[in-house]
């Protein structure tokens, strides 16, 4: 017989019901032969049958809980505890280890009664014999059968407890591991993206504007002047480091740009960010244009947080994207039909919890700049508008992939 867990304490438990039944069942042989009954030999013989059956059973591994062969071998020792109890009144006791074995291997709904016909099968056969009929006569088969349904329920409900607080301790673990990783991974993302802007402000900037001032100078000196060779090569070993300082931004910038364009960002961030609740439309309005990398990245988190604040905050059922292509400026727009709120500071306070906010978006858009608005009353949802200059042509092909 096998149970369902084999902690020490549980081990221990089994030996002891193991040798109870093995004890009860020599004791009820020993005392048929040593008071001379006249059924002694047939006691001894069904007695140690029952031995090598629940011998057998306990160590088959086909004997589980619920099983149709545990059903079968506690049949076979009841039939043959109530033949032996029939040879003998010494059976009586072991009735209280065929407790146990019943309410461990059978259904609850099956198990309570076979309890009670075994207490009753038991109070029977010790009128039978003609034994004095006293209180405990009743009350001891009985208060055995209470004390084991009391048992093995109480260790059946503490030991559901006790798998509930491992699944609980385990999903704790678990949870701490990957919210450990998120934050991993928002720290590299912040750090990737604060190099990318600190290369674009000042090395890619910086080689971009010396490009610019070597090309004006390259143009008003005279081909045949000694100068004009050094002015060139200067001019391409800037633009050498530039497209090299454009490499490293690139390498620097969000997984979402790295694999298409920043309304194909868009796009796939309207579909994430998509449940049953919330429907998430995007649009582009006007002629796209190719844009510098800090513009991309500044107009994809600007729609991510405005997102976030959306679904975490504005229980919204719809929310649209804008990204508008104009003549000398780029805008994205991101309303909702949330509850909105009274003044940005509930949404600053509420945003600040999950990693965005306005004060973020604001830095973002001053820093290329631009100009962030956020339209809101109570109960007319709310409009994020960021608007960017667009750079000169000849800015954006210095800074295009920076």
């Known amino acids: 017989m096998e149970t369902r867990v084999q902690p020490p304490v549980a081990a221990a438990l089994r030996l002891c019901l193991h040798a109870l ?5 020599a004791l009820a042989a020993v005392q048929a032969v040593s008071d001379d009954a006249p059924r002694a030999g047939a006691v001894v013989v069904v007695a140690g049958v029952m031995a090598a059956a629940y011998a057998a059973g306990a160590l088959a591994p086909s004997v589980q809980p619920r099983t149709r062969a545990g059903a079968l071998w506690l049949a076979v ?5 109530l033949v032996l109890l029939a040879l003998s009144p010494d059976a009586l006791w072991l009735a209280f280890p065929l407790y146990f074995l019943q309410l461990h291997l059978l259904p609850i709904r099956w198990s309570l009664p076979a309890v009670v ?9 010790f009128l039978l014999h003609g034994e004095a009929v006293t209180p405990g006569t ?14 093995v329920l109480g260790y059946d409900a503490l030991f559901r407890e006790s798998e509930r607080r491992r699944e609980l301790i385990e999903e704790l673990v678990s949870t701490r591991a990957e919210l450990a990783e998120a934050e991993r991974t928002a720290g590299t993302l912040a750090e990737r993206e604060r190099l990318a802007r600190e290369i674009h402000d000042t090395l890619a900037q910086g080689l971009s504007s010396i490009q610019l001032l070597l090309r004006a100078a390259e143009r008003t000196l005279p081909e045949d002047a000694p100068a004009a060779a050094h002015v060139r090569r200067a001019r391409e070993a800037a633009q050498d480091n530039l497209a090299e300082a454009r490499r490293f931004v690139r390498a620097l910038t969000p997984p979402d ?6 309304t194909a960002a868009l796009e796939r961030l309207s579909a994430r960010t998509t449940t049953p609740a919330l429907t998430v439309q995007f649009a582009v309005s006007g002629t796209p244009v190719e844009l510098p990398t800090p513009y991309e990245v500044a107009l994809l988190r600007t729609a991510q947080s405005a997102l976030a604040n959306t679904v975490q905050h504005a229980s919204a059922r719809r929310a649209e994207i804008t990204l508008s292509f104009m003549d000398t400026s780029v805008a994205l727009d991101v309303v909702d039909d949330g509850h909105g709120f009274a003044d940005d500071s509930a949404a600053r306070k509420g945003s600040a919890t999950g990693g965005f906010g306005l004060p973020a978006m604001r830095s973002r858009a001053r820093s290329l700049g631009g100009t962030l608005s956020v339209e809101s009353a109570p109960g007319q949802g709310t409009a994020v ?12 092909t210095g800074q295009d992939a920076a």
């Open 21 to 25: 039944l093995l004890g009860l069942l």
């Open 77 to 81: 020792l009841g039939a043959l505890w």
């Open 117 to 125: 016909v075994t207490a009753a099968a038991a109070i029977t056969s």
């Open 138 to 151: 009743f009350i001891g088969p009985l208060l055995g059968a209470a004390v084991a349904v009391a048992t």
């Open 257 to 262: 740009l790295e694999n298409g364009s920043l």
């Open 385 to 396: 508008a960021l608007t960017l200059p667009l750079p000169l042509p000849d800015a954006r």
